[in-house]
């Protein structure tokens, strides 16, 4: 089946202990993309990357780091994880650009005490 | 600065109606659109996109509008069913532009 995959689905962590939520998509998209959702702002694009060892940053950048060493992995990284990015977090990937439409995971739910 | 709006936060509509949800845009750069479609405790689903260049795209009970001169689009779903109950975003990029933007999105509900 066709299918982005994150993990975890749920996660609860404290301030500053660094943690990576995985992506993974089977279907040899060339775009991937981070994305969070926060009540009355919508998704905000936080990076995103075009094909293996080509990142960018989308709208919210700030407190996350990503890697693309494989096309169909794309692992968020927070470094020091801060109660200002408790949210719900999307990935998603394209075959060849933002205009394709993209498939979306089902989302991790961060909360940061 | 919002570049994506989605002025209506709810809509409710009857069971065979025609739903209408709306967006505007602001960035003149933007060339493509697209509409999701997004269930709880699921993620984003693609359902339709229309590109800069024409002012209309249909697929199935979908149509997307596209007025350039007045940046607005809008989606219109006929018939409407209740299995189509879900919160809708709207986004926009361009050829030239590194992100996908999205709207804050509208509830709509289906009644039977």
């Known amino acids: 089946e066709a299918q982005v995959t994150q993990n975890p689905r749920y996660l609860i962590t404290v301030t500053g202990k660094k943690l990576t939520v995985t992506c993974s998509q089977n279907m040899n998209h060339e775009y991937m993309s981070w994305y969070r959702q926060d009540p009355g702002l919508g998704l905000r694009q936080i990076y995103y990357?075009?094909?293996?060892?080509?990142?960018d940053k989308g709208d919210v950048p700030e407190g996350y780091k990503v890697s693309r060493k494989e096309k169909r992995n794309f692992p968020l990284i927070l470094e020091s994880p801060s109660p200002n990015q408790t949210s719900l977090y999307f990935c998603?990937?394209?075959?060849?650009?933002?205009?394709?439409?993209?498939?979306f995971g089902s989302g991790t739910r961060l909360t940061v005490v | 600065d919002q570049q994506v709006k989605q002025n209506s936060p709810s809509l409710s509509v009857q069971e065979g109606r025609i739903s209408i949800l709306n967006c505007d845009y602001t960035?003149?750069?933007?060339?493509?659109f697209l509409w999701y479609k997004k269930y709880p405790a699921e993620g984003p689903t693609f359902l339709i996109s229309i590109s800069s260049i024409k002012d209309k795209n249909e697929d199935g009970r979908f149509t997307v509008f596209l007025n350039k001169s007045a940046k607005h689009l809008s989606l219109h779903i006929v018939p409407s069913q209740p299995g189509d109950s879900a919160v809708y975003f709207c986004a926009a990029t361009s050829s030239g532009y590194s992100t996908l933007t999205f709207g804050k999105g509208t509830m709509l509900l289906v009644s039977p």
């Open positions: 998603a990937s394209s075959l060849s650009g933002h205009h394709r439409g993209y498939t």
């Open positions: 990357s075009m094909n293996v060892e080509v990142t």
């Open positions: 960035n003149s750069m933007f060339d493509y």
